[in-house]
């Protein structure tokens, strides 16, 4: 098991947390597209605290490698990305009329292409193992959370016009790549 702590293994403890958050986002997208929205959350909410641990892991083991930085945005394209987006899609829009289905699959490519784009314009600035004091533009897990309370909102009623749904998504796409800064944790 000393593979699990030698830096230069791609299935060191750091990456292995990674895998697993990767894992866990392809069982949310299981549930969404079978319609069990509540096990997809669970399962994606999983996922993410996972992305949590991976990183204080790397950090803390000194675990953090350049294929480490591009395997957890992988993950974090999946997880904060694509199950977000695939989780509003199939919950809020797939059941509406052709022309919704239209208009929400144009907002949300757009906010797929933001968010792949924010995680390689995030991977080409950093350096392997190194926290900055912020983000330029909205991380992809903020941007996730973003989406998850949309969905709330529609959900619990309290926003069901879901044009303006689709325009919150649009604005938090656009400042996923946007200058604005967010304090890192």
Do not use: C
Not at 5 to 15: D, G, I, Q, R
Not at 61 to 70: K, Y
Not at 86 to 98: K, T, W
């Amino acid at each position: 098991m000393k593979f699990l702590y030698e830096k230069n293994s791609h299935f060191n403890l750091a990456n292995i947390f990674t895998f697993a958050n990767i894992t866990f986002g392809l069982i949310a997208i299981f549930f969404i597209t079978h319609n069990y929205f509540f096990f997809a959350a669970l399962f994606a909410w999983i996922g993410g605290a996972f992305d949590i641990l991976d990183g204080k892991i790397a950090r803390k083991h000194g675990l953090s490698t350049e294929f480490g930085v591009q395997l957890d945005s992988f993950a974090d394209s999946l997880s904060f990305v694509l199950v977000p987006v695939l989780f509003i899609f199939f919950a809020i829009f797939n059941s509406d009329g052709s022309t919704k289905i239209i208009i929400s699959s144009i907002i949300l490519i757009y906010y797929v292409i933001s968010g792949i784009r924010r995680l390689i314009v995030f991977n080409l600035q950093s350096d392997a193992g190194e926290v900055s004091r912020y983000f330029i533009g909205i991380p992809t897990p903020l941007g996730a959370i973003l989406l998850w309370v949309y969905y709330l909102l529609w959900y619990f009623n309290i926003l069901h016009n879901t044009y303006i749904i689709l325009l919150l998504i649009a604005i938090t796409g656009y400042f996923l790549n946007s200058k604005i800064k967010i304090p890192h944790p």
